[in-house]
């Protein structure tokens, strides 16, 4: 793609569709969609309005190149046909929602599955380090005497840039979806053009907000769970128990690495602040799963485990890391929302930045988010956090916790 930038106008072929595009520079635009339904019509109607930011997205995409053509060998096949096996038994719903997106988007389900394979399809033959690995994101969660306070910069591949959207969904299943364990949902959440809302930043309607951190173990586990349908069944969780729960995924377990940041409001008000990293287990049918509460100290957590022992890959990934997790800790301890402002905006390092923003670099931070919780608010920035306005401001909504 960055070969191509020098045209002015780059003309591609994709699917028999000749799709023109100018580059499109950092757009200061938060789609946002509204959306009630199954989780088929849900999924069309984010399908069917996202169309052209979709296929642009799946048209450029790097990393689809490469786990098309691991999906051409047996073993990638394997993997594919065995994890979709899975999903379909453990999540049919959730398949739906993907094959909805399909169909209203006009593309091919099997380039939105191979989006959610992911890492666990790119290494299928060959998994050498140092790895070009996907995400980059930092998040800071502070409590403060009247509020909670969550930042996070969502850093992506640079296609992603300008190909994301925020989803607002009311979930309503089909007796059919009921029955094989769809609940009602409610939630908001930044999604990669094409791909399940879940695994970026939001929050649910039952008191949680979150922000994920992708997690590169080395050994991952084919045919398992991907993270994005973990992530997905955490915007149904109830409670922290809940969410312990699905992170366990008991019975079959996940087959890569993430951690997610969250922050879950009780009835009464209360708030906590735990940060959960997840990996595969190689011994057992379940996720190794490790959590800590913070209280007092703030959560700081970028794209490397701190607790669970585990090998993790070499690469940007984590040289990343190690430079951002060092720009963090040279402010001082964050105390105010615009602390973690300051600190989300941070451009110091020389090769990697907190706030990663220029021309030339593989990763990108795409968006940064701010959920206030004394506000009820979720701000969210293109352009560094502490010197610009929020391109739009989102209400948090709790409204299954008020019903009850
Ligand atoms: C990693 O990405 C860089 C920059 O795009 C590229 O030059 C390099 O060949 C990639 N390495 C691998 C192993 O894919
Ligand atoms: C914004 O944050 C950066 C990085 O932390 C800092 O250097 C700068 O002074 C801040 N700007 C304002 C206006 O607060």
């Known amino acids: 793609m960055k070969t191509y930038m020098f045209w002015s106008v780059l003309v591609f072929t994709y699917l028999g569709t000749v799709i023109c595009e100018k580059p499109l520079g950092r757009r200061r635009a938060v789609p946002v969609i509204y959306v009630q339904g199954s989780h088929y019509d849900v999924g069309y109607d984010v399908g069917r309005t996202f169309s052209s930011i979709i296929k642009n997205f799946i048209a450029t995409y790097e990393n689809l190149r490469d786990f098309e053509k691991e999906y051409k060998t047996d073993a990638g096949r394997d993997a594919y046909d065995k994890t979709l096996a899975n999903m379909k038994q453990r999540f049919p719903y959730y398949i739906k929602e993907i094959q909805g997106v399909a169909d209203g988007a006009n593309v091919p389900f099997q380039s939105l599955f191979l989006l959610q394979m992911d890492d666990i399809i790119g290494t299928i033959n060959d998994n050498h ?40 969904a009311h979930i309503i299943p089909t007796p059919e979806d009921k029955e094989r364990g769809a609940v009602e949902e409610r939630f908001a959440s930044l999604c990669y053009a094409g791909n399940m809302p879940g695994y970026t930043m939001g929050y649910n309607g039952n008191g949680l907000v979150f922000s994920i951190n992708t997690l590169s173990p080395l050994t991952l586990k084919p045919g398992n769970t991907p993270r994005t349908f973990i992530t997905r069944r955490l915007l149904a969780s109830k409670n922290f128990a809940d969410a312990e729960r699905i992170l366990r995924d008991e019975g079959l377990g996940i087959a890569n690495g993430f951690s997610i940041n969250m922050i879950w409001t009780d009835k009464s008000g209360g708030r906590k602040i735990y940060n959960a990293e997840v990996a595969p287990d190689l011994t ?9 509460g913070f209280a007092d100290e703030p959560l700081i957590h970028v794209n490397i485990y701190r607790r669970i022992k585990l090998k993790e890959v070499i690469g940007p990934i984590i040289d990343s890391s190690t430079a951002r997790l060092k720009a963090i800790h040279a402010h001082p301890t964050p105390k105010t929302q615009k602390d973690i402002k300051d600190i989300l905006s941070d451009t110091s390092g020389t090769d990697f930045q907190v706030f990663q923003e220029k021309k030339d670099t593989v990763i990108k931070t795409i968006a940064a988010g701010l959920f206030e919780l004394d506000k009820m608010t979720w701000s969210i920035f293109i352009n560094k956090p502490n010197i610009s306005e929020p391109v739009a401001v989102l209400p948090i909504r709790f409204s299954m916790l008020e019903k009850e």
């Open 284 to 292: 057992g049918d379940r996720s190794l799963v490790n959590i800590e």
């Open 129 to 168: 380090v140092p790895r070009n690995d996907t995400g980059g994101c930092s998040s800071l969660a502070i409590k403060t005497p009247k509020s909670a306070v969550l930042g996070h910069t969502e850093d992506a591949f640079s296609e992603t840039l300008n190909h994301f959207y925020i989803m607002s």
